[in-house]
C-alpha cells in the first residue's frame, strides 16, 4: 500500500505525531490559534454550498453519509450570500422599475 502522506518510513502517519509535530506548529505559524483540522472540513462544505454546488456532489465530495448532514453541520452562513438574499428579496417586494407599466 501507498500513501499520499506518509510516516517517515514510508508507512501511515499516526495522527498524535502528525498533529503535534506539524499541524500545530503551521497553525501557530499563520497565526490561527484554534483552528482545527475539522474546521478545514466545514471550510470546504461552506465553499462548495457557497459555490453554488449541488448538494448532493458536496455530500459525495465531503464523504458524509446524507446531506442533512453537510447542511447542517458542516456548512456555515456567508456573509455575501446573505447580502445577496436580501438584495433579491427587496428586488421582489419593492422592485426599482416596472416592465411592461406593470
Keep these: 500500500m501507498v500513501f499520499v502522506f506518509a510516516a517517515p518510513d514510508g508507512g501511515p502517519l499516526h495522527y498524535g505525531n502528525w498533529y503535534h509535530g506539524v499541524w500545530e506548529p503551521a497553525v501557530q505559524s499563520a497565526g490561527l490559534d484554534g483552528l482545527t483540522f475539522h474546521d ?10 457557497a459555490a453554488g454546488i449541488d448538494i448532493k456532489t458536496a455530500q459525495t465530495r465531503l464523504g458524509h453519509s446524507s446531506s442533512r448532514l453537510t447542511l447542517e453541520l458542516y456548512a456555515q452562513s456567508v456573509a455575501r450570500l446573505d447580502s445577496e438574499a436580501a438584495d433579491a428579496l427587496g428586488d421582489v417586494f419593492m422592485p426599482t422599475s416596472y416592465e411592461d407599466g406593470k
Design 40 to 49: 478545514l472540513r466545514r471550510a470546504n462544505a461552506t465553499g462548495l454550498v
